[in-house]
């Protein structure tokens, strides 16, 4: 599933004096099943930019399109059914829940797509078993290592078997060797079949052999390539 981007533009506080244009006029396709990586230093317009294309967030003006489908003027509550069927998301600091356990981080994005909590279970059991983290189901997810947090926030993203995973910085909290563990996973992921879009001003993701294609961006608008 192609994703497309026409002049999109993202304003905040328009109209008022401190308003700001995060997104100047961006026009970017992205192909399915490839390792894309948006680079750019902090306030380049990344993450805002990736907001949109994962639903979060609308543009200000422009098209989006997802396959066939233009999504960028949708109601939200359609937005909503596209974001849990399409997407997972990788967040930069996890946004792990504290006071829930592993298992029931992981399950979270879920709820509203599986009534059946056994299924549910098995689901997210089936994950920690991947990714190695089945002793660690029944813990708080404050008692995980950086590394850990790190693989179950993959676990998480991938509950709902998205097309699409997005990931913004996700290496900013890491040191060297969890990020290139972190690559490692991310090409597992590309090799079964997923479209991978990350932001990241880090060379251990940009520069990664996994990473098919680099977009860099300044002040909200795309550097030539």
């Keep these: 599933m192609f994703i497309e981007l026409t002049d999109i533009k993202k304003a905040f506080n328009q109209g008022r004096p401190n308003e700001f244009w995060a997104i100047q006029g961006v026009s970017l396709k992205i192909e399915p099943n490839k390792v894309t990586c948006l680079k750019g230093a902090s306030?380049?317009?990344?993450?805002?930019?990736?907001s949109m294309i994962g639903c979060l967030s609308r543009p200000t003006s422009g098209r989006i399109q997802l396959g066939d489908r233009t999504i960028s003027g949708l109601p939200e509550r359609f937005l909503t059914d596209i974001r849990r069927h399409t997407f997972g998301?990788?967040?930069?600091?996890?946004?792990?829940?504290?006071?829930?356990s592993v298992l029931e981080n992981i399950m979270l994005p879920a709820y509203p797509l599986v009534p059946d909590h056994k299924v549910l279970v098995e689901s997210a059991s089936r994950?920690?078993?991947?990714?190695?983290?089945?002793?660690?189901?029944?813990?708080p997810v404050e008692w995980l290592s950086g590394g850990e947090a790190q693989r179950v926030a993959i676990c998480r993203a991938l509950i709902n078997d998205p097309k699409i995973l997005i990931a913004d910085e996700p290496t900013a909290n890491l040191d060297t060797k969890l990020s290139r563990e972190?690559?490692?996973?991310?090409d597992e992921l590309y090799q079964s079949g997923k479209t991978i879009l990350i932001t990241s001003h880090d060379p251990v993701v940009f520069d990664s052999p996994v990473v098919n294609r680099v977009v860099e961006m300044c002040d909200g608008l795309l550097v030539q390539e």
């Design 43 to 50: 306030g380049s317009g990344k993450t805002t930019l990736l």
């Design 89 to 100: 998301f990788i967040f930069q600091k996890f946004n792990l829940i504290q006071g829930l």
């Design 127 to 139: 994950l920690l078993d991947h990714f190695n983290l089945s002793s660690k189901a029944d813990n």
């Design 182 to 186: 972190f690559m490692g996973l991310i």
